[in-house]
């Protein structure tokens, strides 16, 4: 979509000019800044569609940044995260990043990730009941879920999984979210009841694990719904 607008906070001059080069070509209206508090100033006056947030900033660490701009905005944040770094991704992720890239990153690969996260932001505003991808269909109103027009019956926590998967998909969330909301706050880190949940419901919906159509592993972080590229592709100009 034309014009949306992105803040990109990063620090190193070269990364954040290679990423106004890439986002304007791609059609979007660009502010940057090195600064954490300065972003969040921005967050303020320039009201971006999307935040890029890297991770190691001068003044604030991302984490910081994140739970600051979540005390009163719920814009999009994708996280740039230096390789092999898990703990700091998905600390990010649980302090209320949308999704992340990891440095090397390829600029299609982020774009991807842009085009998801901020075609589930327009959705979100707007009410579907129904979901349908790659032959999943799950019915939100009649809790109804088949696959290639077969009826699945899930028990409460695979639809609840599933729902979860589904309500941002191809967007990752991390074993700590998902086992908050399915198990509550308590089984937070019970991840094996998840692993199990996981195959679980990966076998009623026919989803091999190895060559993943529905449930993607994204290891040592958590889980995503997979799409198709063309769904992700929908919302280019
Ligand atoms: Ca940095």
């Known amino acids: 979509m034309a014009n949306e607008t992105?803040?990109?906070?990063?620090?190193e001059a070269q990364i954040r000019k290679f990423l106004r080069i890439s986002l304007e070509a791609h059609?979007?209206?660009?502010?940057?800044?090195?600064?954490?508090?300065e972003?969040?100033?921005?967050?303020?006056?320039?009201?971006?569609?999307?935040?890029i947030l890297d991770l190691g900033l001068p003044d604030l660490d991302g984490q910081q940044f994140i739970s600051r701009l979540r005390e009163w905005s719920n814009v999009p944040i994708i996280v740039l995260s230096v390789r092999a770094d898990e703990t700091q991704k998905v600390a990010a992720?649980?302090?209320?990043?949308?999704?992340?890239?990891t440095k090397p990153f390829g600029i299609s690969e982020l774009m991807a990730r842009i085009r998801v996260v901020l075609r589930d932001t327009r959705q979100s505003t707007a009410t579907q009941s129904l979901f349908e991808s790659?032959?999943?269909?799950?019915?939100?109103?009649?809790r109804k879920v088949?696959?290639?027009g077969n009826p699945i019956h899930l028990t409460k926590k695979e639809y609840e999984l599933l729902r979860l998967l589904i309500a941002q998909p191809g967007q990752v969330l991390t074993h700590r979210q998902i086992l908050g909301e399915v198990w509550g706050p308590a089984q937070q880190e019970e991840t094996h009841y998840l692993r199990v949940l996981v195959g679980q419901l990966r076998n009623k919906l026919g989803d091999d694990p190895a060559n993943p159509r529905f449930v993607i592993t994204v290891q040592g972080v958590g889980y995503r719904l997979a799409i198709p590229l063309a769904l992700n592709d929908q919302s280019q100009p």
């Open 6 to 11: 992105i803040l990109v906070v990063e620090d």
């Open 27 to 37: 059609h979007y209206t660009v502010h940057e800044t090195r600064l954490g508090a």
């Open 39 to 51: 972003g969040l100033a921005l967050c303020a006056t320039a009201q971006p569609h999307l935040v």
């Open 93 to 101: 992720l649980d302090a209320g990043a949308n999704d992340y890239v």
């Open 134 to 142: 790659q032959g999943l269909q799950v019915d939100l109103s009649q």
């Open 146 to 148: 088949s696959v290639d």
